[in-house]
């Protein structure tokens, strides 16, 4: 089975370089028949590579401990829901799975563009299928995970079969492990595309909108799987790490957040270049550093060239990489100097108070976010470099350069959708802006006469609901306006609305998602820690709440061996809830975790954990959090996705076009066969 | 014998990735057809600028534009509006300087058959000889610059 998955992975090497040759030749000789066997090249990477997966799949679930990779991040008892995990729970796995979503996402381009774009698919294909080269390249050559176990002997190599494996990381073993990295990776693989399609924009001269219409739902797809992916995860880290918080400023997150924030951007400049041929430049670096960003992420992630919580073991691909990265700045960056030209934008800007300058603002403090982020996740490497000692920046660093740029954001999601394209007055300003300053100001004094003090949470809550108002006044002014004008009633007019223009509308929601985030941020504020060590009986006071603990369990699965605890929470004197936090014991990785104990109500989630037992005592030390506000970042992700989804749906106007350009499409060929 | 199963896919997919490459006839040669043609990429344009017209009016009726800024910003669409309508319609007949130097032709056309004839005409018989020449055609007689009337 290991040189079964090999000869996949080699072959669909060689198809992915047949793919990168066609792609190019068929491209520069404007070639029907070359790009054909370019996009049959790309769908054929997808077989050989699927074939890869099937195989390591089933040495996981024979456990065929012969090969390394399953002999060390598998092991017998691991539940079979787990084993599927097992894929991404290593290097050389995950490697394989990112080839395999990459080769998924250029089949999918290749079959939805049949008979669309044909003048951008050659290259488009020909630049995808040179991140599946690498990508396959470097899981066939330096991290292969069909790979025997052997022991070397006086004999020279001698193949061995251990019993068991080591076993899946314990903290990998948590539901939402089994789709938090299914989608981050969904979301970084899917930033290839976009990229693709803009260097082939470049590479064919057509450099109008069409790619960016093109390029837009292949942003907006991986960009909602790396927001839902980012939240996941900071719900796996919240759930299962057992220090109460969800967000770090680790490198590894850094490195997902990056590339978000920049497709971010990305998802709001290319309006201006469609409503205004403006910002050509920017929109097509934007893309490259988008996808640069998201290689970066895999980078730090996988090599482990900077200390992360994530704990991957420090690796030999890190090299391979760095070359990798400094080929795609290169090539990208001379494309675009040398397509300079046609770059030039149609219009220029015409008010600082409008739409164009509110995205514009956007982008600005979108991209500093970006690098202040980069800068501090890699600072570690050049103070290593530089002063030959390693400088950590913390938290501390993170928070006080990304809370203000956070706020700013919030307040410009307001605001943008509130300006007129080209310019608006400062009459239109305050018919827009009255209302909803007027609601956000009442808010912002309930919460200080409420006992608010620290500023940022105030911000936070203040501008969510001046953003609440101006996104709600959005959708209630338009509802009204149809409703007058088309005499339907108020919720048909609101769906027709939107269904109008699902972009916009879908937008608005998402904006509503991140508003929701920001409260549940602004919680941050108020969280009450207690530690204490605690037997059946004794009792622990931790802001409003009172833990006691009744009863504590020990017990034995084939898997891992566990110890809990039952503690009733008091609320007012009244019993708020019961609670049963669990630390467990994985045996074949022989490492221990916490099973984190969470009651959660919109107000505030009670966070309990069995950090362990005191070593003198016996006693369970018990650690309490109240976290307040915190369901309402999982809630904000939701209604994000939501409104990612109906941005998705194709608005009336754009099947309209649509219709228009198939037709356009069916004259030129006809025109063509005569 | 599990093994032969990825050579044997291979070998398949290398083939039907080859296939295109070999077939003749139309297919052969064709090239790939264009994305976006000219005329296309206009009338694309111009449509936009009626959706943001549409969106313009409909922010107006839900009073999120005063009126002057309205006014001004809806003379501004309509401009843009009509100008990619004028460029649509060039490229119907032709650009603007495409019509210019036909229309140069033409007048310096007209110009010299109208030269040639005067020039031409025979000053003794008055035969119109069609094609430049000397000595008339019908008399003989020499033709100078002097004689054309």
Redesign the interface.
Known sequence: ?N??GS??LI?AL??AA?GVVAGVV?GK?????????AE??AL?FL??IT?SVIALEYLIYTNDFHNAYVATHSNRDLSVYYKFAVMWGGQEGSLLFWTWLLSIYVALVVLLNRR???????YAIAFAMGVGVFFSALTFFVANPFQGLSLSSASGMAPFFPPDGNGLSPSLQYPSMLIHPVMLYLGLVGMTIPFAFGMSALATR?L?D?WIRVTRRWMMVPWMFLGAGILLGGHWAYNVLGWGGYWAWDPVENASLMPWLAGTAFLHSVMIQ??RGMLKVWNVSLVTLTFFLAVVGDFLTRTGIVQSVHAFAQSNIGPYFALFLGIVAVVSISLILLRLDFLKSENRLDSVTSRESGFLFNNWILLALVFAVLWGTVFPIISKAVESRTVTVGPPFFDKVAVPMGLMLLLLTGVGP?L??????F??LK??FAIPLAIAGAIGIVLLLAGVRSLYSWMSLFLGAFVAACVLGEFY??A??RQ??VGEGFFPALYNLSARNTRRYGGYVVHLGIVLIFVGFAGLAFKVHAKSVMEPGDLMQAGDYLFRCDTMNAGDTPNYTYVDAALAVVKDGKAFAEVKPERRFYKASQQPISHVAIHRTLASDVYVVLAGRDPGTGKAVIEVFINPLVVWVWIGGIVMVLGTLIALVPSR?ERE?AQ??QA??EA??ER??L | MILALPFIVAIGLAALVIYPMLSAGDEASASLPVDVTPAADLKRRRMVVYENLRDLDFEYQAKKIAPKDYESLRETYKAEAARLMVASQELDHGTAEDRFIEREVAARRAALRSKVEKQYVCGKCGFENPVPVKFCGECGSPLSKGNDK
């Open positions: 089975m040189q079964f000869v996949g072959a060689a198809f047949y068929g000789f404007r070639s029907l028949k070359i790009t054909r066997s049959r090249a054929s077989v050989m074939l669309k774009n044909r003048q951008l698919m050659p057509q109008g069409n469609e409503k509130l007129a394209w080209r310019k608006t007055s009459e239109s018919r827009n002014k338009g009204r306006t007058r004008s106007v076009m228009m350009r356009q499409a030129l060929e063509n066969a």
